[in-house]
């Protein structure tokens, strides 16, 4: 047993956990801060996912921390790169032995007569219990379940003799090497594997239901290596960066205000890439762009891998796995010695753990967050969500220097207790995330709910985000804070500056 104090505990030692825990380490470093790990690495989902191929969707000039840019000029880059850009970041801003590794949160109460939070954890190394007490909760957990991705129950599935995976959970002995590879899904995922794999199989198979958006971007970042020849690196980092927060912020705007526009603007795109010979139909989505999040490929690997003929496209509805492979709707039956189910995630919040205040639970798919990083109704607590429909760490980082300039303003008013409270009926029966992708509708009574307007109302949209977070004033009317010397100080807009 052991029963440790922190003054700040941050869950997860990801993207979002390392960024976290060295803003704060530089911000505050008189207060005791540790970081609970359930892997037993840094990296969170970039040590989960081992599959081949597994890369950024995003580019990493702003993917990557701001305070530490990315140095390198490929524009998506692939697991294993952004797993060692983690550990090193959390090596140079001395993050690294703050860690504790195998730690599994099981649940976490708030005791308001204390004003501490009390976790309890499991050690899954040893399976000793753990407790951990902390006067502020930092959550960096992401938002779907380590354990298990999303797999269907497919009909006939106990018939089929090869090989059934699922990317979450890559066997590290796969062999392909010539073999029938089908994968099941048509995201990301299946976009990323196919052309990883294409050059080993015998012949490999995307098996959809429907498409989504795929675009292609260049797999090296020539404009700013060229800018980096007649100025200071970090200058063109900068613009570099700039540059693509502002590009992809401008095609999500677009495709939100002319949907029908942005369409044919995509489906001509992947026209242009795929040749006349390909059925536009496998391409062509039944939603508007960005009801789902648009896929991208570098250099138009996956397009240039079934113009080859190595990889083929087929959209139909399984009607059940045979001894050898998949029977569609159609009747028309694939070979496959492997199949892999790409079929997406399983929703999971705060890791698992449960949340409770005194003692009674406090569901998260009940209450708002204000300004995206605290929850309602819940002391001393935050957790650090990204943005899904640009670079994830923008919205981390800016949750991160929100969270210096709180504890800043607590510590300056000798506050101890903070809480977001909703006095005005703000909550609408919609979800954060605001998209259409199957797992997000699957289990959306899990995230927490919308609000209707400021500050309760996720806006995905970073320039407002960072007006929000770090220009408009700490001090607001809907934060009740608690002082270390009275029993209750409610915030008055006007009487403190933020």
């Known amino acids: 047993m052991s029963n440790q104090h922190h003054d700040i505990l941050i869950i997860g030692a990801g993207l979002s956990g390392i960024g976290t825990a060295c803003h704060f380490a530089k911000e505050f470093p008189g207060k005791s801060l540790a970081i609970l790990e359930r892997r037993d690495r840094i990296g969170g989902t970039w040590d989960l ?62 005791s308001s007569q204390q004003r501490l939070w009390h976790l309890t954890a499991l050690h899954e190394p040893s399976g000793e219990t753990r407790h951990y007490r902390c006067k502020y909760l930092v959550c960096c957990t992401g938002y779907y379940n380590h354990d298990d991705g999303f797999l269907p129950n497919f009909p006939g599935e106990e018939n089929f003799k090869g090989t059934l995976v699922h990317p979450q959970h890559w066997p590290e002995d796969l062999n392909y090497q010539g073999k029938q590879v089908v994968v099941i899904g048509s995201g990301a995922t299946a976009a990323t594997l196919i052309p990883a794999m294409a050059d080993r199989v015998g ?27 007649i100025m200071p690196e970090r200058w063109a980092n900068a613009l570099g960066r700039t540059r693509n927060i502002l590009l992809y912020r401008g095609v999500y705007l677009a495709c939100r ?16 890439n795929v040749g006349p010979d390909v059925d536009m139909r496998h391409f062509t989505p039944k939603y508007m762009p960005w009801d789902e999040r648009l896929c991208a490929v570098p250099n138009g690997d996956l397009f240039k891998t079934i113009r080859s003929g190595k990889a083929s496209v087929e959209t139909d509805h399984i ?4 001894e050898n492979g998949i029977l569609l709707k159609s009747g028309k039956e694939l070979q496959a010695d492997i199949i892999i189910a790409a079929t997406g995630l399983r929703l999971q919040l705060l890791g698992g753990m449960s949340l ?20 309602e109704n819940v002391p001393n607590f935050s957790w650090i969500f990204g943005y899904t429909n640009i670079s994830w760490t923008l919205k981390s980082t800016i949750s991160a220097e929100y969270l210096c300039r709180l504890f800043k303003h607590m510590e300056k008013y000798n506050l101890e207790v903070v809480t977001p409270l909703d006095n ?30 400021y500050p309760w109302k996720v806006l995905m949209h970073y320039g407002r985000d960072k007006k929000m977070l770090l220009k408009d004033p700490v001090e607001d009317s809907r934060l009740e804070f608690l002082s270390a010397r009275q029993d209750a100080y409610k915030t008055q807009v006007s009487r403190v500056a933020g």
């Not at 012949?203 to 020849?229: C, E, F, G, N, W």
């Not at 605001?434 to 899990?446: A, P």
């Open 203 to 229: 012949h490999i198979t995307m098996l959809q239901r429907s498409p989504s958006y795929i675009y292609s971007l260049p797999s090296v970042d020539k404009v700013t290596a060229a800018l980096s020849r």
């Open 49 to 110: 996912f081992r599959y081949p191929g597994i890369r950024s969707d995003s580019d990493m000039l702003s993917f990557s921390y701001k305070f530490r840019p990315w140095n390198k000029r490929k524009v998506l880059a692939d697991g294993p790169e952004i797993r060692e850009y983690i550990q090193d970041t959390a090596a140079e801003y001395g993050i690294t032995n703050k860690i504790q590794y195998g730690i599994k949160i099981t649940s976490a109460d708030w």
């Open 319 to 322: 009607e059940r796995f045979t």
């Open 356 to 375: 409770s205040i005194d003692g009674k639970p406090c569901p998260v798919g009940e209450q708002m967050t204000y300004k995206g990083v605290l929850m």
């Open 424 to 453: 005005e009926n703000n909550t609408i029966n919609d979800n954060i995330l605001g998209l259409k992708s199957g797992y997000i509708q699957r289990d959306q009574h899990l995230l927490p709910r919308q609000g209707r307007s």
């Open 257 to 272: 205000r002319w949907p029908k526009m942005m369409r044919s603007f995509l489906l001509s795109h992947v026209r242009r």
